[in-house]
Antibody
């Protein structure tokens, strides 16, 4: 059974950069898109973006200028980097498994699926 | 982006009751691309239903989904004490994927 474990710095100052890591075990890492999702009382659940091990990325347009998602296939890890953090970014950040990254040899351009496995969440606070 | 509006915001029922939770989309969503999640306090969201009607692995058959176009419903036929939680719908037909704001099901 696939498991996602995530970690990263939780207390940031305004304008800092958020860095989170998610490691996947017990499943086929290469076969799926991997998403970052955040949750706050004000905004509810908000999809941030996704990446496939084949390097396809899709970002939420309102966040795209601040986002970088990368992947390390050798260690089954995905990374989130978000710059210029503000209080508006406070929340619980999750990594999650999305849809298939390819069908046969055809590389898909988005996961377009529900999220069936989630990391435990990382609480991110921004305060001076 | 597609806006999902869930109603009611809070639903107060008793164990054994039937619950119907609504999710309305701002534009048509193919039934293949609509999911429901359950989130209990302090826990990670859990996938209940995908493709509008298909239960995820391990989900009891008292949970069912229906709908098409812009109107979707999650039905819980006979509420168990462990079903009292917050429920979210999600669309994944268009980027960015979006979630509803949630319906809290309380005793």
């Amino acid at each position: 059974q696939v498991q996602l474990q995530q970690w990263g710095a939780g207390l940031l100052r305004p304008s800092d950069t958020l860095s989170l890591t998610c490691v996947v075990s017990g499943g086929s890492f290469d076969d799926y898109f991997w998403s970052w999702i955040r949750q706050s009382p004000e905004k509810g659940l908000e999809w941030i973006g996704e990446i496939s091990p084949r390097g396809v990325t899709n970002y939420r347009p309102s966040l795209s200028s601040r986002l970088t998602m990368t992947v390390d296939r050798s260690q089954n890890r995905i990374f989130l980097r978000m710059t210029s953090m503000t209080a508006d970014d406070i929340g619980l950040y999750y990594c999650a498994r999305g849809g298939f990254s390819a069908v046969g040899k055809h590389v898909l351009q988005s996961g377009r699926d529900s999220f069936d496995s989630w990391g435990q969440g990382s609480l991110v606070t921004v305060s001076s | 982006e597609i806006l999902l509006t869930q109603s009611p915001g809070t639903l107060s029922l008793s164990p054994g009751d039937r619950a119907a939770l609504s999710c309305r989309a701002s534009q048509s969503v193919s039934a293949k691309y609509l999911a429901w999640y359950q989130q209990k306090s302090g826990q990670v969201p859990r996938l209940l239903i995908y493709g509008t009607t298909t239960r995820a692995s391990g989900i009891p058959d008292r949970f069912s989904g229906s709908g098409s176009g812009t109107d979707f419903t999650l039905t819980i036929s006979r509420l168990e004490p462990e079903d009292f939680a917050v429920y979210f719908c999600q669309q994944y037909v268009n980027l960015p994927y979006t979630f509803g704001q949630g319906t809290k099901l309380e005793i």
